[in-house]
């Protein structure tokens, strides 16, 4: 019966219209505006478990034409990162923007992407840059609480939604371009860590 009603309360919120806070600030003299309604289309939802979710991503990944924008706190997973070297190979512009501090695990999918051709940035300026986004042609939006590792692939319990909307997608790359101007060029994979001897 629980199970009856969770999949109905993410049934409706689902099917509800997503809304966009306004950035202006109210003052007296401008009457508060209600929010604007933005039509959005929801084209993925994927769980884990069960695994899958980067499969269904990959392919979002392999279709984009002109640019993907990506905002990672943990990379980790093989597979995304190289459908990402795919794209920027086939004349994608594709920008990533890793956590600074994690960006040093990473060392496997960072390298992967610089030999791709990938421009890769780290941020330092938050205590966690916690995102887990991409934006695809500027139109399609995804995230979630989905990391793009191992761990959130094989083992976590995880969600990501994958959604398109023009305005939507222009909203989430005005806040990539933020961090972007923040962040820092990485352009060498770090060291790859080695276990420390018993």
Known sequence: MKKIILFLLSACFLAQPVL?????????????????????????????????????????????????????????????????????????EVQVIQDGPTAMNNSEVIAALLKGGVVVRGDKAHRIAHNKVMIIDGEIVVTGSYNFTNSAEKSNAENMIVLRSTALAQQYSKNFITHWEHSYPITTAPEKKTAKPN
């Open 20 to 92: 966009a806070t306004s950035e202006t600030t109210k003052t007296s003299k401008d009457p508060a505006k209600p929010d604007a309604t933005l039509k959005v289309d929801v084209l993925s939802v994927f769980f884990t478990p069960p695994t899958g979710a980067a499969k269904g991503l990959i392919r979002y990944l392999d279709a984009a034409k002109k640019n993907i924008q990506v905002m990672a706190y943990s990379f980790t997973y093989l597979d995304i990162a190289e459908a990402l070297a795919r794209a920027a190979q086939r004349g994608v």
